[in-house]
């Protein structure tokens, strides 16, 4: 029997949050779907959990992979999807009745679109979330033209993972979910950006976002700032193989990714820098400019990897006051 929608939760040791988040999914204004609930080697109750879930809802399939970890659980969730359109969810989030109605019309209103996430609301139960994720989910929802996201696409990974919907054509296209030492839903954005792929974040706040100290991206190491770093340098060293690059700040980012991008066989050729004292200095063989000399748009390629705020919008500025245009003569990478 075909369905509109699949949904994928894999889930492990949740038994403390499954209810909540499963009742988040069932209680969707939008009811064509299936819950595909995978559960990946718990040791506490979430299997029972489950279990009872199916007995209740007959939308609801379990199954358990013994523990093959968040892709290969996501990889077999897939595997088994009848609906032509593949939902994320997470075992200790919570999604907004109108999550799944309002990504499926923006997806039927735009053929051209792979996919969509939502804006997102970040709580913790302990205290307050960190100012830092309190903006990145202000700028998940800054992202609301296909356009404006491709062109941020290597600051930050633009989708909240579990706020997705995603065609299911699309995401076999680009052969699912990839296991390595990076974060596996920002290589798969990137897979489907770089393959001509659009993808957009709905404004409107449809999805909780949970944060807590065992959250995958605060535990596992292929959440670090390297396997960011070697995101970014990949689609770079790709996209700008045999161009000169300029990288726009001589600090600790610009210096690592031109490392990487190095490593890569990339051109770096240049540094810019507004401290004086870096003037002139040579890192990695390139030279240290002052920004007012610049090449022309197209002489080489500019990334801005200044991670200061404001200093994005600064750089934007100044780049665009000289006639560069972004994703053509500039790239923001942090």
Not at 97 to 126: K, M, N
Not at 316 to 334: D, K, P, Q
Request: glycine share 8%; hydrophobic share 40%; aromatic share 6%.
């Amino acid at each position: 029997m075909s369905v509109a929608v699949s949904v994928l939760l894999p889930a492990r040791d949740a038994a403390d949050t499954i209810d909540a988040a499963i009742e988040s999914v069932l209680a969707q204004t939008f009811g064509d779907f299936e819950l595909l609930a995978i559960d990946d080697g718990s040791r506490d109750e979430t299997r029972a959990r489950l279990d009872a879930w199916v007995r209740r809802d007959g939308r609801v399939r379990v199954w358990s992979t013994g523990g093959v970890g968040l892709v290969g659980a996501l990889n077999e969730g897939l595997s088994k999807a009848r609906g032509a359109l593949v939902a994320r969810m997470d075992a200790d989030d919570v999604s907004l009745p109108d999550r799944f109605r309002r990504s499926i019309e923006r997806l039927h209103d735009d053929a051209s679109l792979a996919g969509v996430g939502t804006g997102v609301e970040i709580v913790r139960a302990d205290r307050p979330p960190s100012p830092a994720l309190v903006a990145y989910g202000k700028w998940l929802s800054s992202l609301t033209t296909p356009e404006r996201l491709f062109a941020d696409r290597l600051i930050e990974s633009p989708l909240c993972h579990p706020s997705v919907t995603l065609r299911r054509a699309a995401i076999d296209r680009v052969g699912g979910w990839r296991d390595g030492p990076f974060p596996e839903d920002w290589d798969l954005w990137l897979r489907l950006l770089e393959s001509g792929e659009r993808l957009v974040c709905l404004p409107q706040v449809l999805h909780r976002w949970t944060d807590h100290e065992r959250r995958l991206t605060r535990t596992d190491a292929r959440y670090r700032q390297s396997g960011h770093t070697a995101l970014r340098a990949d689609v770079l060293a790709r996209r700008l193989a045999g161009q000169p690059i300029g990288i726009w700040g001589a600090g600790e980012r610009g210096i690592t990714l031109a490392k990487a991008l190095l490593a890569r066989g990339a051109r770096v050729e240049r540094f810019i820098d507004v401290n004086p004292r870096k003037l002139g200095q040579r890192i990695h063989g390139a030279r240290v400019v002052w920004p007012d000399d610049l090449l022309p748009p197209g002489a080489e390629h500019v990334i801005a990897a200044v991670g200061a705020s404001g200093a994005r919008a600064e750089i934007r500025a100044f780049l665009e006051s000289r006639g560069f245009v972004e994703t053509e003569h500039y790239t923001c990478a942090a």
